[in-house]
């Protein structure tokens, strides 16, 4: 007589669990699959883009570089003004001559740090129309001035009428945000420079759309002159790495993902 068979409990529990096929595995791993390619791809499109700002960026500061010290061109004629743009002509060194008009010097809020001259800290950049040979005005920002010298007796000799010939950086207008305080028009303390509010506000016509931060200072050091900060943020490398590493990091959790359900599929 034939005895039965014997199975221990871990053959015939290995019996009963059943074996996970390749078929479903693919499945489960298709759909993960396309958004893992899709956000891949978007990550890496970002990164591309980010190389692309990189390139322009750095061509923009070689621009603006050689722009700040080649020498001062003469400004562009009244009628080409509406054509002045970010690309081709912030920063370059301008050349003009006129006569202040000291009756609508206005002052814009600074806080100067790492200053080129003596005077830092709060203040104000003062800025005057120039009325050039034809009577349009281009409003130039003289320079830096503390704020218990922001009147004018206190720097009398900057009153002079007669002719002046500057010479400086054009810079278009300066922009607001929810957070820029509220101008003083009464008192001729503006937060941004933008010439086209002054003007409107000082009741001036035939303005420029934009200004020209002077080179050098007053007759007596103030306004501090020549205290333009040419600067750009370059993060674009840093985003650069970030935008690829994400992807690559995507890829290595899809993998390890897929080798979980592939051993799963084994076991």
């Known amino acids: 007589m034939k005895r039965p068979k014997r199975t221990n409990k871990a ?3 290995n019996a009963r669990k059943p ?3 390749l078929a479903p595995l693919w499945r489960r791993l298709l759909w993960p699959g396309i958004f893992a390619a899709i956000a891949f791809a978007i990550l890496c499109s970002l990164g591309v883009w980010q190389i692309e700002r990189l390139t322009w960026k750095r061509d923009l500061i070689a621009r603006v570089e050689n722009r700040t010290h080649a020498a ?3 400004l562009p004629p009244e009628q080409d003004w509406a054509k002045v743009d970010t690309a081709h002509d912030e920063y370059r060194h301008v050349q003009l001559s006129g006569k202040f008009q000291h009756g609508h010097e206005v002052f ?3 806080l100067l740090s790492d200053p080129r001259g003596k005077f830092s800290g709060p203040g104000y950049w003062v800025m005057t129309p120039l009325e050039l040979d034809g009577g349009a005005l281009v409003f130039v920002n003289r320079g830096f001035v503390p704020m ?27 922009g607001r945000n929810w957070f820029t305080p509220p101008d003083d ?9 933008n010439p086209a509010a002054i003007a409107k506000a000082e009741g001036l016509t035939r303005v420029a759309p934009f200004f020209v931060d002077a080179d050098a200072s007053g007759p007596n050091g103030l306004p501090q002159g020549g205290e333009t900060r040419v600067t750009f943020s370059n993060n674009h490398l840093q985003y650069v790495v970030t935008w690829f590493g994400l992807a690559f990091a995507l890829l290595a959790v899809f993998a390890a993902f897929a080798r979980k ?5 084994r076991a």
């Open 11 to 13: 053959s015939r529990m």
């Open 19 to 21: 074996r996970v096929s």
């Open 72 to 74: 001062a061109q003469p």
């Open 108 to 110: 814009a809020y600074a």
């Open 148 to 174: 218990d010298r922001m009147d004018l007796p206190t720097r009398a000799s900057g009153r002079e009428g007669e002719r002046v010939t500057i010479t400086g950086l054009l810079r278009l207008p300066e």
């Open 185 to 193: 028009v009464a008192r001729r303390i503006w937060q941004e420079r």
């Open 261 to 265: 359900e592939w051993l799963r599929g």
